[in-house]
Every structure is written in structure tokens, then in C-alpha cells.
């Protein structure tokens, strides 16, 4: 492949730095999350000395002192992941989190990413402790990120987080459904004063995906106890293509019947393998006023909007010659407009505090087709658009919290901290139709409007009651105990809890654990979702699990979720410079919502002529000239089980006249298993729910481990930060049509990221580094599967790295920086 002896060298060296560097004197006292990009904390997943919010209701907590596993990146770490991303941050600094390469359809305009292995919906993103709404952007097609409608963490700037605190483990009982795999809290900036921002400009090795992007982050002061922070960001992302030849336009037969196919660009006419094109512009404001007395007004907002475009499949010249006689590349479009807004009052009446907020968010994609056309609609009438509107989808949130808290003296070692709180929250996705051309018959190419029997509006209301009491009977013993009641007006009532504790046996060595349960309600996108997903070849249902189609399948309705979480881990001190953190888990989840593998009604292995007849009953017209067809829908199909451990090591080394060096390790192995399928319909015999690719999308799509080697020099007016990932290796099973089945696997890997920064003044700093410099690509796809769609002139050749490979497909990206601070 690409360069691998210069991975393997650079990881062996990383690693002997490590092992040779000893204890050094102490580091220098821990530098606040606000510091400049070049003088920020250490390169770590672990900032010491940072209070937390996350995961605990007591006040003053220190990260190194929870009970619960918790992660805390500061600004300067965010920033220095090089490409202007918050996911892509969170990425390079978490282990046990992954991020999607590419989507399929609409997904490629909104990549998700996942904790622990497990759906990004059981993931649940906080803005200063406020939930945080979800996209209405569903990831349809199968995948490992299938079903995602998480927050877009896209639309929060990188310049508006003073800090993040992530907690790996399950906390349902304390912040309610989705947070099976953990909680990500992002904590905004709230300066009064101050200028700061960058530009940068990147792009691959290899060609594309170039990225101008400029943000800006002032502080004002409103009155004399009132602060006001704003924050602006514009940033554009380029194609990439990173895919083979299609081997349609190769064919000696397609050629001589068809010599326009040579045109310009040819034979990469196919494009459909990269990135998509975007421009991203965000706005973020964070405010706050003391009122004297105790209390504080506050408020925040983010507003947001994304223009995309992704390649679908080329279509051959015989599709359209009359409007395309070269054929054409069809484009699909998204505009995407995000806004959340949230203000609350806090403060202390005598011994209680309390807190009252209010947060609505929503998120509306209006989703296009661009450089297609309706080939029925032309035969039908002699006119076809070129452009079409195939729908919207929206989604929002109204949540509403009362949170109390105080302590009572009751003879423990220390006060007893009793916490207790409502929730209310109405949850309401829609789907538009397209316009009349994009739905007549088969549809627009590459992405048919929704139909009217798609479109529909839906709703979901439930309320909550929590209770939370943190005691200490001894002075190094800390028990946490939480409860949680709540009633969903479409499932009824969930009852979880969580009871978490901490033995300080001394100042350099703990030891904590926690049991929880936990559960997650279906998003109404995976309730009420529904659409065809077509290629050159196929043309397959997307059935809502609770119409009409689905019950002919043997599928009615979805469940929420039921998890167990069990963890147990270690904290080490050794000194004061060092500190370790080891922690093992298990999380359980019983009834999990995933999507079927490929129901087929024609043309594959194995046909279900309820398949068909779920089709029909859908009320969805097919392409006629396509091979295959047939259904994909979401259920409660498995039980899982996830085993795992997370490792976090971070020591600060003094070298006097040779600067400061911050070492760090971050390593997770996790393995998931189907432990039960629960659902096989006998409608759908002899096919099942989940074949052979559903199933490793589950249980191997993501490397069982992930390392992360990080050494940050600081010398005067130079900062070099270095950081080695290691990946496992991890695979998919494909096959074209049900019957063989295909191995794709990526071997372990390798990838280096570099960044040299220098201080000019104390206002400018300028920075140049680069992300996977070593140009490491993933192992391509199985030669024998791509032989097989090779031969079948199936348009799938295309794709010749695997999407599920966990440091994506576009090789090396390289940066620079001009940052400042007034």
C-alpha cells in the first residue's frame, strides 16, 4: 500500500520515547482551557485538575477524583487536530470513538460518529448539561452507522468550546434516554472580553477535499456583572474521489454501442466514492447575568447552515440520450438549517440550589437532485426537469428542566448531596414530499422524492422525575446513587437506575465501579422513516416499521432499547505528575434497533414474495430496467453484548532549558457480539432479518482496538504536537447477491499526525502540520468480490476502499494555521 515501513518506524520510535522517558520532575501547574492554542494543557484525553459537571451532581468535583470514568479535552487540544472538525476532534483524542468515512445517499452529507462500537444514537451530546437536539437527517442505507439521528456536532464551532467533558459509561438514569454508551458535554466559552480566532487552508495528498475555514470568537462585557460571548465560523470542504473504475464504461460492448461514453473525464465518470462538497457557516452565542442575591440569568444559541452536494452514480448515455447524450453524473443536495436556543435562571434559595431552562432545537434539510431527470416522466411527456426537490425532513426538540440540589449534614464523613429534578420534552419529525416530477412513477435518478405515502407528521411526549443522592460514609468512600422514572406517551413508563462508587485507599491508588440500566427510545426517524434507495442496478424500500408493508414482513412496530452497563476501574496517582486510569465494562442491550441487511423480492439468492407484496402495500412504483429489488426496515432484531477496556496514561515532563514534554497513551479494545437474534419472521423465509453483513456491521466494523501515542513539546516560543494512532484490524462481510459471501478486511494500522506551531508575538501564532502524513490508505476491497462485480458490469466496482475504515479513505491531509488573540 502507501508508505507502511515509515509507519512502523515512527510507531516504534513513539513507543521506545515511552518506555525510556522515566519520571521527570513535576510538570508545570495544569494552564486553564481558555489559554492560546500554543500554550494550552497537554495533548491528553485527561486535562488534571479540571472541575467536572458531567456525570456527578456534586459540586467542585475534579476530573481525577469521579467515581465515573471521565474524559476531558480542553480548546488547545481541539484545535490541534488540524482539520477544522468537532468530530474529527473528538476522534484523534478518543479511542473508543469512531467516525464515518463516507454514507451512502444523504448520510454523506451528514456524517455521525459512535462510542463504544455502539449506534451514535445511544450517544447523548450536551451543551452546558442541556440536551442537545438530534439531526433529521436519517443514515438509511446499512453501514455500521445505520439508523443514526444524532446531534450534528458539525453546527457547534470548534472556537465557541471552552472544554469538553465526555463520559464513557451509561448515565441513563441521570440525563434519560441515549446515554447507553456514554454522555458527550460541551461546555461553551463564556469570556467578557478578548478577540481570538484562525484561519486555515488544507487539503489531501492526493488531490481534493480542500478546506478554507475562519473563525472568530469575542467576548463583551454586558453591564458590570454580565458577560456575552459570540462566535462565527465559515469553512468550505471540496470533493474528493477515491474510487475505481466503473467497470460499465469499460466494457467493450457498452463501448461500441455507445462511444459517447469516452467524454471528457472518462474513465473516472463515476464519482460517487469521496466526499461531499459543502459550505458550512455557523453563528454561537453564550451569555450570562448575575442578578445579585444568588442568581444568574443565562442563555445560548447556535444557528447554522450547510449547503451539500454529493456524487451519486454515473448514468450510462442509453438512460437519457435525448436530454443526456453523454450520460450524467446525478448530484444530491442537501440545505440544512439548524438553530438551538436554550435560557434558564439558577441560583440558591437558603440551602437549595435550583435551576429552571428552557431548550428548543431543530434542525430542517431540504433535500434536492441536481443533473438528473425522471427518464418515465420524459417517455410519459416529451419534458423532464433537470433539478428537482425531493422532499424535506425536520425534526425538534422542546425540552424543559427544574433541577434542585443542596446538601444536609447527617453525621457521614461528609455531607450528603441529595439532588432531584423534572423533565418534560416533545419530540416532533416530519417528512415533506417531493415535487410532482422528482415522485411520478419511478422517480428522479439517484434519489426518487418522497412520495405522498412517505410524507407524514409525528410526535412523541414524555416526562420525567429523577432523584440523585451522593454520600460519603467514610472520608475516602464515595457512594452515588440515582434513580429515574419516566412516561412516554407512545411506550408508556421506564423505571432505571444507576449506583456508582469510589474507594480512595490512598492518595496514589482507587479503585471505582458502577451498575446501571439503562434504555433508549426509537428516534421517530427510525419509527416513521420511509423512501426508495435506488442505484443504476437496484432500486430497494425503505419500509417504516409501524405501515401497513412492514406487518407483511413479520415486522410491526418498534420498542425502546434495554441496557445493563457494568464497569469496574482503577485510578493511579504514582505521582504527581503521573496519572493513570484503567477501566473495564460491559454493556448489555437487549431489543436493539438496528436495520435489516438486504430483504430481497428480485434478483437476489433467495426472493420473498412478501417482500413484493410489502412493496405494493407501500404504494412505491419501482425502476423498471433495474436487476434487484427489495426492502430494508428497522427493528428490534438482536440482543448484543459489548466487553471492553479503556486505558488513559498521561505524564508531564519537565526539561528545563529544553522545554516541557506532555506524554500520553489512550488505548480502548472493545468487542461486541450478537448474543441473540430475536426477530425471524417466518414471512420472510428463507431469508432473515440480519444476513451475514448486518451482523459483522455490528459486531467488526470497528477495530477491537484503538491506541493513541501523544508527546507535546513546549519550548519558548515553539509547540510540536505528535500523536501515533494505532488501529486493529476490523472487516465487513458483502456479497452481490445473497448467495457467496466476500471477506473485506482492513489490517491493523498505523497512522502519524504532526503539528509544528510558532509563536510570533503574543497576538499571532502560526501553524503547519499534517493528519495521516504518511499517506496511509485502507486495505482495498476483497479482489475476488470486485472481480465478481467487475464481471457483472456492476456499477458497486466503483468502490474499491471500504467505507467502514476507521481513518477513512482519503489518504493524508496537510494544514496550515494563523491563529491570534487580542
Known sequence: MHKKGKLKTCAAAIMLLHAGMGLANPG????????????????????????????????GLKVENSASPVQVLDAGTLQRTGQPDLIQALVQNLPSFTAQAFGGDTANLTLSARLRGLSPNNTLVLVNGKRRHGTSNLAVLGGPYQGSAAADLSYIPVAMIDHIEVLTDGAAAQYGTD?????????????????????????????GGQTPDAAANAGFKLGEQGYLSITAEGKYHNFTNRGGIDPRVSDPTNLKNMPLLQAPGYPNLNRISGDAQYHLYTFGANA?????????????????????????????????????PLGFSPKETMRDEDFAFTAGAKGKIDAWSWDFSST????????????????SLYNDTGFTPTVFHAGTFIASQWTNNLDLSRDFEIGLAAPLTFALGLEQRQDRYQIEAGDAASRYKEGSQSYPGFSLTDAGKYSRNNSAIYLNAIAKPLADWTVDLAGRFEHFSDFGNAKVGKLTS???????????????????????????????????????????????????????????????????GMVLNPASNLAITLDAYQIKIRDRIVGSGALYGSGGADNSPAVVAAIQANGNVLDPTVVQTGINIFSNAVNTRSRGMEFVTTLNSNYGEYGRV????????????VTKINQAPVELQPQTLLDMQAISHLEAASPKTRINLGALWKSGAWTVNLRESLYGKSHEWASPDGAEWFKNEIGAAATTDLEVSYKLDKAWTLTVGGNNIFNRYPDQVNPALLAVYRANLDNTAVTIYPSFSPFGINGGYYYARASFRF
Do not use: C, H
Open 502 to 568: 469510589r474507594y480512595d485507599f490512598n492518595p496514589m491508588f482507587a479503585l471505582r465501579g458502577t451498575y446501571s440500566n439503562g434504555f433508549r427510545a426509537p428516534t421517530l426517524a427510525e419509527e416513521y422513516y420511509s423512501a426508495t434507495n435506488v442505484s443504476p442496478r437496484s432500486a430497494f424500500v425503505q419500509l417504516a416499521p409501524n405501515s401497513a408493508g412492514a406487518r407483511l414482513v413479520g415486522v410491526d412496530g418498534l420498542k425502546p432499547e434495554a441496557s445493563t452497563n457494568l464497569s469496574l
Open 360 to 375: 428548543y432545537g431543530r434542525d430542517k434539510a431540504r433535500i434536492g437532485v441536481e443533473d438528473s431527470g425522471n427518464v
Open 28 to 59: 508545570d501547574p495544569a494552564e486553564t482551557p481558555a489559554d492560546s492554542e500554543a500554550a494550552a494543557g497537554a495533548s491528553n484525553a485527561v486535562l488534571a485538575g479540571a472541575v467536572i459537571v458531567t456525570g456527578t451532581r456534586a459540586n
Open 179 to 207: 446515554a447507553i454508551a456514554g454522555v458527550i458535554n460541551i461546555i461553551l466559552k463564556s469570556n467578557n472580553q478578548g478577540v481570538s480566532g484562525n484561519a486555515s487552508y488544507g487539503g489531501y495528498t492526493d488531490g
Open 288 to 324: 450570562g447575568y448575575d442578578l445579585g442575591g444568588g442568581a444568574e440569568l443565562y442563555a445560548f444559541t447556535t444557528v447554522g447552515r450547510k449547503n451539500a452536494r454529493a456524487f451519486e452514480n454515473y448514468r450510462m448515455p442509453n438512460k437519457l440520450p435525448a436530454v443526456y
Open 662 to 673: 506532555d506524554w500520553s497513551v489512550a488505548a480502548n479494545w472493545n468487542q461486541v457480539r
